[in-house]
């Protein structure tokens, strides 16, 4: 029963959601194909349920050849290789609209883990690799790790960062989401999705599920760079 009313929820919301933000995505639309390179989608192969591969879409915000860049899938703060307008489109987390096309095929859900590409996928270890839901829009670990690019700039080495620190935790959450998950605990999830549009505060989160596992990330952050400096 929960899968079926999740799976309508899914198709009424998000809907809902692209008749409402309609004038908005395609004032997005047009300025990207204006600017930068041109190119108004960004099309990346992730996991999804049952280690079902499907293509994400995204705004593009990026160079064409970003993950072959820099710091490869990892994005930094101010990274070179996003746009001007990209750089506002991801700071805002309009660049993830396009994703309703994936929740009304089907493809993911409003609220899940988030979907990985096929490399950091399998770098976890087996008994957490998320087979059991869809992937989402958003999810704990997307609240949590609303400012996952400001962690990794700061650190000395940020694919080591995000691999010895950021990856663990964020399994952790999503976990924690497989175990609880509800259609209380999706609305939920959704509320505090706006709520983190709005303030940057992540208490009110732990204040809501009292299980969710915690970390200092600015601690591990801290310690991290002591470590490798």
């Known amino acids: 029963m929960y899968h079926i009313c999740k799976r309508a929820f899914d198709i009424f919301s998000s809907m809902i959601a692209m008749l409402l933000l309609s004038p908005v995505l395609l004032v997005i639309c047009l300025i990207l194909l204006l600017t930068g390179e041109h190119e108004v989608f960004y099309f990346q192969e992730r996991i999804g349920y049952k280690g079902k591969k499907f293509y994400i879409w995204k705004f593009a915000t990026m160079l064409k050849n970003s993950p072959n860049i820099g710091a490869g899938t990892l994005t930094v703060r101010n990274d070179p290789r996003v746009s001007p307008f990209g750089g506002f489109l ?9 994703q309703l096309v994936n929740v009304l095929k089907g493809d993911m859900s409003i609220v899940g883990p988030r979907p990985l590409v096929e490399k950091t996928f399998y770098s976890f270890l087996e008994a957490i ?9 958003s999810g704990v670990g997307s609240i949590v790790f609303r400012d996952e690019e400001d962690y990794i700039s700061r650190a000395k080495d940020p694919k080591l960062f995000y691999f010895e620190c950021i990856q663990p935790y964020k399994a952790e959450l999503e976990l924690w989401y497989l175990k609880h998950k509800s259609l209380r605990v999706d609305i939920m999830i959704i509320l505090l999705t706006l709520g983190k549009i ?9 204040k809501v599920f009292k299980t969710l596992p915690k970390r200092d990330m600015e601690k591990e952050l801290y310690d991290f760079n002591q470590h490798y400096q």
Do not use: A, H, V
């Not at 709005?198 to 732990?206: A, E, P, T, V, Y």
């Open 129 to 137: 690799q998320i087979y059991d839901s869809y992937p989402g829009l």
């Open 90 to 98: 991801r700071k805002t987390k309009l660049n993830e609209l396009p």
């Open 198 to 206: 709005i303030s940057k505060n992540n208490d009110m989160m732990f």
